[in-house]
């Protein structure tokens, strides 16, 4: 699988938000879009998946337009994970869980025992099988957010896209979405675009990073040469030190922010 984004601008009428886009998301990897509040992170997610059309450029998927494929083609190979908001629904988790199985069934199919036991495995590897029972519209924040995160992959996408998974969760749930994510691409192998604007998040689990700032900046490559501390000040208008410590012969990197930039 390798999602490609060519040549992508999108503006609303005179006001150009994004501005020749160019990267490229290949199999079995992590990559973020990392940037601060109003740069445009959501809107160029909504440009790949066709929720908003480019002003100029194109999406591929494996060498073929996106614009071509059907939605339940496009949907087969590719799920979405929306921004964490409290549930109206009174579903209970499990059955939220195997609607992520739609794309693969007709519209009048009735879940089957195999699709249930899928989703008990699935919910399972994310360590969230105590939540099978409970009703969606009684989850906290965290716990719905794994919910939908389970539901994403039990179709075995080839590529998941997160719109902010990891924001207005507390610091333990934080790291629970962004350890499945991270867990979703080794046991699964399945790739993963990751819009956040926490540069942590971005230096602990990508492969490669794409920032962007304000008035059209932007750069793109590996992350530990995207996320410096130079290029923190420059887009996020932050002084900053990246530290690194080990525990239990484990390397962990973290970024420590101290002032705003003058």
């Not at 994970?81 to 499990?94: D, E, G, L, M, T």
């Amino acid at each position: 699988m390798k999602l490609e984004v060519r040549n992508g601008s999108f503006g609303y009428g005179d006001k150009l938000i994004l501005k020749d886009i160019n990267f490229e998301v290949g199999e079995k990897t992590i990559m973020t879009v990392l940037g601060p509040n109003g740069v445009g992170k959501t809107t160029m997610l909504k440009c790949i998946m066709g929720f908003l059309k480019w002003t100029k450029g194109d999406n591929y998927l494996d060498g073929r337009r996106i614009g071509s494929y059907t939605d339940k083609e496009f949907w087969r190979k590719t799920s979405y994970v929306p921004q964490a908001k409290r549930s109206v629904f009174s579903y209970r988790c499990i059955d939220m869980v195997v609607m992520g199985l739609s794309s693969r069934q007709n519209f009048f199919d009735t879940p089957s025992k195999e699709d249930y036991k899928k989703a008990e495995a699935v919910m399972d590897m994310l360590g969230i099988s105590d939540l099978s029972e409970k009703h969606c519209n009684a989850l906290s924040g965290g716990e719905l957010q794994m919910i939908m995160i389970a539901r994403a992959i039990i179709s075995e996408p080839e590529l998941i896209i997160l719109d902010e998974p990891e924001s207005n969760l507390d610091m333990k749930n934080q790291l629970r979405v962004i350890d499945s994510i991270v867990n979703i691409t080794r046991k699964m192998g399945t790739s993963c675009l990751i819009n956040t604007h926490f540069p942590d998040h971005a230096l602990s689990i990508s492969d490669t990073t794409l920032m962007l700032g304000y008035n059209n900046q932007l750069l793109l490559g590996r992350t530990e040469d995207i996320v410096t501390e130079e290029n923190i000040q420059r887009f996020f208008n932050v002084c900053s030190k990246i530290v690194s410590f080990n525990i239990s012969s484990e390397e962990y990197r973290t970024i420590f922010p101290y002032k705003v930039a003058k």
